[in-house]
């Protein structure tokens, strides 16, 4: 298994995915994501309303609007702008992924998700696993 060493440092960028993810305006759920390889930070991301458009995320009944994007899409996109790959990265998750952004996640190269809570479906999950990506849950003690 993973050692001692390894999640000092898994916890202290789930922290920091958590304090990203208190920059999103959402209100139903405020999402955290960092991207590190070679133990550098290579990208981050939370939850939002794409460039440019008003930063609401949910209408007038409280629903998510279709186009708001998910934090690991972000971080993901990010990486896709910079000259950065995410090949073999890792990806720290305040919640785990839906599974459209699990698939993101397997197309971009990244092995390794680690993850502070669950998400209500774990069909994402379920397609990393097959995938081979490692999944590591390690909930943040506040």
């Known amino acids: 298994m993973k ?3 390894q999640e000092k440092y898994d916890k202290a960028y789930l922290k920091m995915a958590k304090e990203w ?3 999103s305006h959402c209100k139903r759920k405020q999402v955290g ?3 590190v390889k070679d133990k550098m930070i290579i990208s981050d991301g939370y939850n939002g309303s794409p460039t440019g458009f008003n930063n609401e995320c949910e209408d007038k ?3 998510t609007k279709w186009h708001v994007l998910h934090a690991e899409a972000n971080a993901i996109l990010k990486v896709a702008s ?3 790959s995410c ?5 720290y998750l305040t ?3 839906c599974k459209d952004c699990s698939k993101l996640i397997h197309q971009s190269g990244i092995k390794r998700v680690v993850y502070a809570a669950a998400y209500k479906d774990t069909t994402g999950l379920e397609f990393l696993k097959k995938a081979k990506v ?3 849950y390690l909930p943040l003690d506040e």
């Open 61 to 63: 009944n409280g629903n």
């Open 82 to 84: 910079s000259t950065q």
């Open 87 to 91: 090949n073999n990265a890792t990806l």
């Open 21 to 23: 993810s208190k920059l």
């Open 134 to 136: 490692e999944l590591n």
């Open 95 to 97: 919640l785990s992924p």
């Open 33 to 35: 994501a960092l991207i």
């Open 3 to 5: 050692n001692k060493k």
